[in-house]
């Protein structure tokens, strides 16, 4: 029996089917308490679940340059109890609701949120009220933070393969914006700042003119909304937030790095400067990553994988931030093989892009591919109230959760060609080969 190709695999088929069924709008109300925090209400009875968020505008890029790290500790420090409440308490009492909880920070922005049953609501308005009027900023605390984000580096970064990675390329991709650390930090800034300083920083930035409150899923709006004015109406606006307003110039020229790491296979590293998220370069910059790295059958994972069998892993994905942004290639060489030639083979896939037109046959390919991601990433009542806030903090129109798959629908295949002809230059971009301890040498083309 003769095998023949499919053109449309199964799995294809389903992704093309979900992207173009027309998704219901997700309607939602926003509007404003007279302290300045932004309040954005999504009622989903579907399931009796409710995630509670909050998102601040603040990341690491608003640290002083001798502290940073300061925003990342908050994502800690916050959990550590308030006026009314417990040291530990606040995930005890997540969890015996049945619920779960999390935080996480950017460059830009710190975001929590609570996911619970819906009758318990109350609890999750009360806890994250609390945390923005009454945290407790106490040497106790303090100093278990501190232990814990010592432990976070150590397991995530320090012990990681590769996980320098991250740090490594911001340090040499920027030498003025903020962007050149990461939320991690420094241990160092950490350990020498004093309680006034962390109390300094939450009077600060965790103010409600610096907030977002999103709410979505399985709730009674005129209800909620006279809790809202209960929890959060009392608590006093703040002081004008800071922003930095650094330009970063252009890279004077392509830097190049070896890092000895305790990994067993070396690593490529492209990353070239981009624009800021929002643009329409950014949106062709998200098509084109999906065109590079989208799935086994991408052009990187062909080439480096499959074919060459350079690499035993391979990708490209945009790091694309509130002021600027970065288009980041990378492989993990296949051993044997030289970091070089791995790069030359990358190097060889974005010179096709630049010079050729893909075929219109692919780009409808990466287009379902990308229209799917954007459907599935607001499948959930906690992603819908995260997409909210992060469109109302970032552009001020949080309905964007319902028009941005127009962005990306009017990239054209000769948006792809323009970007990578524009950014993805030599003279734009840091390449790093990650080795083995003792190997640098064996790094050289």
């Known amino acids: 029996m003769i095998a ?13 089917v979900a992207a173009s069924a027309q998704a219901p709008a997700i309607q939602f109300e926003k509007y404003q308490l007279p302290n300045g925090l932004k309040v954005i209400l999504h009622q989903d009875k579907s399931a009796p679940v409710v995630c509670v968020s909050v998102l601040y505008h603040v990341g690491s890029k608003n640290e002083d340059t001798s502290r940073t790290g300061f925003a990342h500790f908050f994502e800690h420090l916050l959990f550590e109890g308030s006026k009314y409440m417990k040291r530990g308490d606040f995930d005890k009492y997540i969890t015996n609701a049945g619920g779960e909880n999390n935080a996480n920070t950017s460059q830009d922005r710190t975001f929590y949120y609570d996911l619970l049953p819906s ?6 308005l009360w806890m994250e009220s609390e945390r923005l009027m009454h945290a407790e900023i106490t040497d106790a605390g303090v100093e278990t933070q501190r232990q814990v984000v010592k432990e976070e580096k150590r397991q995530r970064v320090d012990n990681q393969p590769y996980g320098t990675l991250v740090e490594n390329i911001f340090k040499r991709a920027f030498q003025q914006h903020p962007y050149k650390w990461v939320p991690i930090g420094s241990m160092e800034h950490l350990e020498a700042a004093k309680l006034e300083e962390f109390v300094a920083f939450y009077k600060r930035y965790y103010v409600p ?12 709006i005129p209800s909620t909304k006279k809790k809202i004015e209960q929890f959060f109406g009392p608590i006093p606006r703040g002081a004008e937030v800071p922003r930095p307003n650094i330009q970063e110039p252009p890279m004077a020229g392509e830097v190049r790095d070896v890092i000895e790491d305790n990994i067993q296979l070396p690593a490529v590293v492209q990353a070239y400067r981009g624009p800021a998220q929002g643009t329409d370069e950014y949106y062709a910059f998200n098509v084109l990553s999906t065109l590079l790295s989208g799935g086994e059958s991408s052009r990187m994972n062909k080439a480096l994988v499959d074919q060459k069998e350079q690499a035993v892993a391979a990708g490209a994905f945009p790091f694309f931030l509130e002021d600027a942004g970065l288009f980041i290639n990378f492989a993990i060489t296949n051993m044997g093989v030289k ?9 060889s896939l974005i010179a096709d892009v630049q010079t050729n037109l893909i075929s219109e046959r692919e780009f409808e390919k990466i287009r379902n591919q990308v229209e799917s991601n954007f459907v599935r990433q607001n499948a959930s009542v906690a992603g819908i109230a995260e997409s909210l806030a992060n469109y109302e903090v970032y552009f001020g129109d949080a309905n964007l959760i319902n028009t941005e798959i127009e962005k990306y ?10 970007v990578a002809r524009k950014y993805l230059v030599k003279n734009n971009r840091v390449v790093l080969y990650y080795v083995p301890k003792g190997q640098a040498g064996s790094a050289k083309p």
Do not use: Y
């Open 409 to 418: 629908r009017k990239v054209t295949r000769e948006d792809l060609r323009n």
């Open 119 to 124: 009758n318990q609501l109350d609890l999750g």
């Open 4 to 16: 023949v190709k499919n053109t449309l695999t199964a799995g294809m088929l389903l992704a093309v």
């Open 209 to 220: 003119n610096n907030a977002v409150l999103s709410i979505a899923g399985d709730f009674d």
């Open 339 to 347: 970091p070089a030639d791995v790069e030359q083979t990358i190097d």
